[in-house]
T-cell receptor, first 113, second 113 residues
Framework: DAGVIQSPRHEVTEMGQEVTLRCKPI?????LFWYRQTMMRGLELLIY????????DSGMPEDRFSAKMPNASFSTLKIQPSEPRDSAVYFC???????????FGSGTRLTVV | GEDVEQSLFLSVREGDSSVINCTYT??????LYWYKQEPGAGLQLLTY?????DMKQDQRLTVLLNKKDKHLSLRIADTQTGDSAIYFC?????????????FGTGTRLQVTL
């Protein structure tokens, strides 16, 4: 298995631009999570899906952030408009059921200038 | 809400044992995890323990859980320079099929020669 695949690995964009981060979970995993990692705040859960349905989006910072999971093999996290304080590493993770580990992707390093 | 605490830094000599500690507040925590993050990389699942267990051993890794004190530790035997990384403790309450993972602040392990 190729693991959780995220794209792009790095993204540099100008303030005000729309940014779309992509994630392909492990085949068969039914839960998907988006995390953000910064030096100041550590790892924060933004949103998670179970069977493609958003369960908890209380970690989404503002209305500028939105996430979708149109099918079991794809999810996007969109920031519109982006701001410099959105600069961080964004991780996607997936898991199957209880009692299993969460598998993380390699992350997308976002820099907003 | 849930809170997971770790010390920020640990330095050990190569060949010695490392012990990384973690405390958590959620008494309903069901699964507790240890992740490793190397510079510029994603999070690698090392091991996890179910809350009805006191200990789990996997090669050089030993996890100890004191549920009464809400204390989790990771012991790395014969620490190598390749073990230098940030180690994150994390917990899930285990309710529902897709419980969110709450991370500690991470402990940076430095292995010296």
């Amino acid at each position: 298995d190729a693991g959780v695949i995220q794209s792009p690995r790095h993204e540099v964009t100008e303030m005000g631009q729309e940014v779309t981060l992509r994630c392909k979970p492990i085949s068969g995993h039914n839960s998907l999570f988006w995390y953000r990692q910064t030096m100041m705040r550590g790892l924060e859960l933004l949103i998670y899906f179970n069977n493609n349905v958003p369960i908890d989006d209380s970690g989404m910072p503002e209305d500028r952030f939105s996430a979708k999971m149109p099918n079991a093999s794809f999810s996007t996290l969109k920031i519109q408009p982006s701001e410099p304080r959105d600069s961080a590493v964004y991780f996607c993770a997936s898991k199957i059921g209880q009692g299993s580990g969460y598998t993380f992707g390699s992350g997308t390093r976002l820099t907003v200038v | 809400g849930e809170d997971v605490e770790q010390s920020l830094f640990l330095s050990v000599r190569e060949g010695d044992s490392s012990v990384i500690n973690c405390t958590y507040t959620d008494s309903s925590s069901t699964y507790l995890y240890w992740y490793k993050q190397e510079p510029g990389a994603g999070l690698q699942l090392l091991t996890y323990i179910f809350s009805n267990m006191d200990m789990k051993q996997d090669q050089r890794l030993t996890v100890l859980l004191n549920k009464k004190d809400k204390h989790l530790s990771l012991r790395i035997a014969d620490t190598q320079t390749g073990d230098s990384a940030i180690y994150f403790c994390a917990e899930t309450p285990g309710t529902g099929t897709a419980s969110k993972l709450t991370f500690g602040t991470g402990t940076r392990l430095q292995v010296t020669l």
